[in-house]
Nanobody, 129 residues
């Protein structure tokens, strides 16, 4: 199974910001789509965002409607890292955030569950006053 490692979580007040990082094995970003999902207590998995692995498409990304405009996904292939910049955080954003990988190009978050081949242990994000 492909091993991914998340970091950057923590405790933040409502309206605050965090940046999560997902470290992936070398060259993974050349041939995989990376996505973020979250799990909150008593709730199922929510796919938050993904970024395409295609080299001929720039800034190809998708977002869950409830986070659009507040969360931004990006990647740095040279550092083998995918980021999730989170701004204007709300208490309902509290969850364990995981990154996950799918082979090739995935264009929508709706199909990630069918294509995912690996994910990390997650990093806790708590939004509270």
């Amino acid at each position: 199974q492909l091993q991914l490692v998340e970091s950057g979580g923590g405790l933040v007040q409502p309206g605050g910001s965090l940046r999560l990082s997902c470290a992936v094995p070398g060259r993974t970003l050349e041939s995989h789509t990376i996505a973020w999902f979250r799990r909150a207590p008593g709730k199922g998995r929510d796919w938050v965002s993904l970024i395409s692995a295609r080299k001929d498409i720039t800034d190809s990304a998708a977002y869950l409607d409830s986070v659009r405009g507040r969360l931004t996904i990006s990647k740095d292939s040279a550092k083998n890292t995918v980021y999730l910049q989170m701004n204007s955080l709300k208490p309902e954003d509290t969850a364990v955030y995981h990154c996950a990988a799918a082979p090739g190009w995935v264009s929508t978050i709706e199909v990630m569950s069918q294509e995912v081949i690996g994910w990390g242990l997650g990093t806790q994000v708590t939004v509270s006053s």
